[in-house]
């Protein structure tokens, strides 16, 4: 993640929590938040790939994506990731797209938590 990929995130979300780039289907925590709201380590998420584990509201994760994508809107996306004391969360928010050097990505903001 550049610095101005950063900075341009900043200016549709200002307190986003987590970056995913639709391309490749990987996401990246950028705030601590993220991090406590999980209880997990920070580098343990970062460019972390789309798995089992990942799953987007509303239907087939690349379709959900791609609909964002097209409709430049915010969208619902549902993150459910594996904790340290090997139990899982999902983390739910919205997220809006942005480009940047010719590629797309999701800036996220988490609105609530739920245990699976």
């Not at 780039?21 to 380590?41: P, R, W």
């Not at 970062?46 to 987007?56: A, I, M, R, S």
């Not at 609909?67 to 809006?96: A, F, H, M, T, W």
Request: charged share 30%; hydrophobic share 35%; net charge negative.
């Amino acid at each position: 993640m550049t610095q101005n990929l950063i900075k341009k995130a900043k200016e549709i979300i200002n307190d986003y929590d987590v970056i995913i780039d639709v391309e490749n289907q990987t996401y990246t925590a950028v705030s601590g938040n993220f991090c406590k709201l999980v209880d997990y380590e920070c580098v343990n998420f970062l460019e972390k790939p789309f798995d089992e584990t990942t799953e987007v509201i509303g239907g087939d994760r690349k379709e959900i994506l791609q609909e964002i994508v097209e409709n430049k809107r915010q969208s619902p996306v549902e993150l459910v990731v594996n904790k340290k004391d090997g139990s899982r969360i999902k983390i739910i928010g919205y997220g809006k797209v942005i480009e940047h050097e010719g590629k797309q990505y999701v800036v996220g903001k988490i609105t609530d938590l739920a245990k699976v």
